[in-house]
T-cell receptor, first 113, second 109 residues
Framework: EAEVAQSPRYKITEKSQAVAFWCDPI?????LYWYRQILGQGPELLVQ????????DSQLPKDRFSAERLKGVDSTLKIQPAELGDSAMYLC???????????FGEGSWLTVV | DAKTTQPTSMDCAEGRAANLPCNHS???????VYWYRQIHSQGPQYIIH?????ETNEMASLIITEDRKSSTLILPHATLRDTAVYYC??????????WGAGTKLIIKP
C-alpha cells in the first residue's frame, strides 16, 4: 500500500536555529497538506497545496514558516528561526485531489531546546 | 470549532466489538462523516467515511442514523493493536478536516 513518506522522523534543534522537514506524497496525489499537532490536541492545518500552488496558508505563521512544492510532487516545510513553542509533530498528508480522502504520513517530531 | 462530540475515553475487551459513538447534530446535507485513528506517536490513519448510508470496509463499519445527527464506528473484533485515539470528523464543503479531541479507546486483554 502506497504511503506518504516524511523525514526526519525526529529532530532536536536549538532555539533560533533553522529546521526543515521533507515530504513525498502518495504517487499521483495532486493535493498536499502540512499539519501541526501539539501533544494532546488534534492536527491543525498549516498549508495546503494543489500541485505546486498554495491553496490555503491562512494558518501558516509566515514570519518564520515557509513551505514549497516546486515541481508539484515532494514538499519542504521550513522553520527559521525555531522557537520553543514550535515543539510539536509536523504531519504531511496527501489526497488525489481536493475533496478526496486524505492520507497521512508518520509525522516528524520536533523538539526545540 | 469541531462539529462533533465524542466520549473522552472508552474501554473494550479484546475480541469483542468496540462501538464508538459520535454526535454531529448540526451536520449539513452535503457533509461527510470521516473517522481516523491515531496510535501513539504515529500519524493519523484513515478508517472509513460515509454520507448517509452505512459503510463497511476491511477495518470497520460505520452506522449513520437516518437523521444523520449521530454515527457509530464499529470495530468488529477488537485487538490490543486497536488501542488508539479515534477521531470523528465532519468534513464540510470546503473539504477541511476540523479535528476535535477524539475518543481514547483502550482495548483490555
Amino acid at each position: 500500500e502506497a504511503e506518504v513518506a516524511q523525514s526526519p522522523r525526529y529532530k532536536i534543534t536549538e532555539k533560533s536555529q533553522a529546521v526543515a522537514f521533507w515530504c513525498d506524497p502518495i504517487s499521483g496525489h495532486a493535493t498536499l497538506y502540512w499539519y501541526r499537532q501539539i501533544l494532546g490536541q488534534g492536527p491543525e492545518l498549516l498549508v495546503q497545496f494543489q500541485d505546486e500552488s498554495v491553496v490555503d496558508d491562512s494558518q501558516l505563521p509566515k514570519d518564520r514558516f515557509s513551505a514549497e512544492r516546486l515541481k508539484g510532487v515532494d514538499s519542504t516545510l521550513k522553520i527559521q528561526p525555531a522557537e520553543l513553542g514550535d515543539s510539536a509533530m509536523y504531519l504531511c498528508a496527501s489526497s488525489h485531489s481536493t475533496g478526496n480522502t486524505i492520507y497521512f504520513g508518520e509525522g516528524s517530531w520536533l523538539t526545540v531546546v | 470549532d469541531a462539529k462533533t462530540t465524542q466520549p473522552t475515553s472508552m474501554d473494550c475487551a479484546e475480541g469483542r466489538a468496540a462501538n464508538l459513538p459520535c454526535n454531529h447534530s448540526t451536520i449539513s446535507g452535503n457533509e461527510y462523516v470521516y473517522w481516523y485513528r491515531q496510535i501513539h506517536s504515529q500519524g493519523p490513519q484513515y478508517i472509513i467515511h460515509g454520507l448517509k448510508n452505512n459503510e463497511t470496509n476491511e477495518m470497520a463499519s460505520l452506522i449513520i442514523t437516518e437523521d444523520r445527527k449521530s454515527s457509530t464506528l464499529i470495530l468488529p473484533h477488537a485487538t490490543l493493536r486497536d488501542t488508539a485515539v479515534y477521531y470523528c470528523i465532519v468534513r464540510g464543503p470546503d473539504y477541511q478536516l476540523i479535528w476535535g479531541a477524539g475518543t481514547k479507546l483502550i482495548i483490555k486483554p
